[in-house]
């Protein structure tokens, strides 16, 4: 994308009322108007699902326009991106969908503990050298971030075609003494999998699928249902 496509973009986002960009050193000194204040914005008590690294937000709108009930956020740090799927929703009307421009580690500063009910994971960087490791988005220390802010019972997904991370973070979340709800390595040649997990197929998805195993898990840290 050319430079003169990005800064346009960038002019549109500041514009959307569904795409907040907070300042980094606002959520570091949490000052961040909506943490613990998101269902007001929404104007309603229903769950909320987060999409992390949600790219051009394509699962995010399509899980909103699906799930009335349930309001969705995604998070992403790139604006060309992110700009479509805040645009996507308004174009479509959706009102119980938002996006957020900000670094994944500082979810914290932005949602109160608690106060998330399901996150989902797409596609993200496996992240395989061991130098990277500490960027993994299921390593030990963003699963604890991941597990301040859900609710008791809160869900987490991860939809990968890395068999890397896959089996990473089952091995991770096993020795955490987690029993997963749903893991298998090709969910597409799987009659049980989840409808939530094959109904979606991302633009990076389509263009893999015949070549490459998708692989699903889904689990909580807190068993009891």
Not at 8 to 22: C, D, G, I, V, Y
Not at 58 to 64: I, K, M, V
Not at 84 to 108: H, M, P, W, Y
Request: proline share 3%; glycine share 6%; aromatic share 12%.
């Amino acid at each position: 994308m050319g430079s003169k496509n990005k800064l346009k973009r960038f002019n549109e986002n500041l514009k959307f009322s569904n795409l907040f960009q907070p300042n980094r050193d606002d959520l570091i000194s949490c000052s961040f108007e909506l943490k613990g204040k998101w269902n007001s914005f929404f104007k309603n008590d229903n769950p909320i699902v987060l999409e992390l690294g949600c790219g051009k937000g394509e699962y995010t709108t399509e899980l909103a326009k699906s799930n009335s009930d349930k309001n969705y956020i995604g998070i992403d740090i790139k604006g060309a991106r992110i700009w479509k799927g805040a645009k996507d929703s308004i174009q479509n009307k959706l009102n119980n969908v938002c996006f957020i421009r900000t670094q994944i580690e500082l979810i914290d500063k932005i949602f109160d503990e608690k106060e998330i009910s399901e996150i989902w994971i797409t596609f993200p960087d496996p992240q395989l050298k061991i130098q990277r490791k500490k960027h993994r988005l299921t390593n030990f220390k963003f699963l604890s971030l991941y597990k301040k802010i859900l609710k008791k019972g809160g869900i987490i997904n991860l939809k990968t075609d890395s068999e890397y991370l896959h089996g990473y973070t089952l091995g991770l979340i096993e020795g955490m003494g987690i029993e997963p709800i749903f893991s298998n390595h090709d969910i597409y040649s799987n009659n049980n999998a989840p409808i939530e997990a094959t109904r979606i197929k991302t633009f990076y998805e389509k263009k893999f699928i015949n070549t490459k195993k998708i692989t699903f898990l889904k689990f909580k840290f807190d068993l009891d249902v």
